[in-house]
């Protein structure tokens, strides 16, 4: 597509569900990063994926969050029990691999109730 | 997380007036971005940087890699109203082991009529 699209735009979850977000990257992008953005904070790196391989989970806060891209295009972010705390916007950006720009999507916004 | 240092964290300032911009890390990094984010949106990539010394323009926006790969510069002359909104830099550091984009705290912009 021409762009990172993210769906959906907004998720309410109570405490205690599973909510899965989705991430289609621009079409012929290696690279996809999962980022969490509390409000009025800059962007924080969760995970990266190099096509299929996840290359770098060190930002994942919990066991709860789980991130998958098995066919190296479409990448899903799963959290698992949701608590307050996860309540931010989640957002997606890939890039053609290395040192190249990132290109990001209009996010997630989470909010648990 | 790591996160780079912003400065100034907001600024005002009267539409037409020049804007300056900088960021700051402790560590050595390969590739400076410079994003802006409207409310509600993702981030926007604006300038991207790979060498140091780089200096690079789009339309009224300049940036600049700096000479000891530690810090970059933003630059916005002549702004207008629409240029509000929350800038942030990204790059990653040499020391990574992956593209893994950290980014800067942001700096707020209010532009006044």
């Known amino acids: 597509g021409a762009g990172v699209s993210q769906s959906p735009r907004y998720k309410v979850a109570k405490r205690g569900q599973d909510v899965a977000l989705r991430c289609d990257p621009i079409?012929?992008?290696?690279?996809l990063f999962w980022y969490q953005q509390a409000l009025g904070q800059g962007p924080e790196f969760l995970t990266y994926?190099?096509?299929?391989?996840?290359?770098?989970k060190s930002g994942l806060p919990s066991d709860r969050f789980f991130a998958e891209r098995p066919e190296g295009s479409v990448s899903t972010l799963k959290i698992q029990r949701t608590q307050q705390e996860d309540s931010a916007v989640y957002l997606c950006?890939?890039?053609?691999?290395?040192?190249?720009?990132?290109?990001f999507g209009q996010g997630t916004r989470l909010t648990v109730v | 997380g790591q996160q780079l240092n912003q400065s100034p964290q907001s600024m005002f300032i009267q539409e037409g007036e020049d804007v300056s911009m900088n960021c700051t890390s402790s560590?050595?990094?390969?590739?400076w971005l410079w994003y802006k984010q409207d409310p509600g949106e993702g981030p926007v990539l604006l300038i991207a940087?790979?060498?140091?010394?780089e200096l690079t323009s789009n339309g009224r926006l300049t940036a600049q890699f700096g000479i000891t790969r530690k810090d970059s510069f933003l630059n916005i002359s002549a702004s207008i109203p629409s240029d509000v909104g929350i800038y942030f830099c990204?790059?990653?550091?040499?020391?990574?082991?992956?593209?893994?984009?950290?980014f800067g705290t942001g700096t707020r912009l209010k532009v006044l009529a």
């Open positions: 950006a890939s890039s053609l691999g290395g040192p190249s720009e990132a290109f």
């Open positions: 079409s012929g992008h290696v690279s």
């Open positions: 994926f190099q096509n299929e391989a996840q290359l770098d």
């Open positions: 560590s050595i990094f390969n590739t």
């Open positions: 940087l790979y060498k140091a010394g």
């Open positions: 990204a790059g990653f550091p040499t020391t990574s082991g992956t593209y893994k984009y950290i």
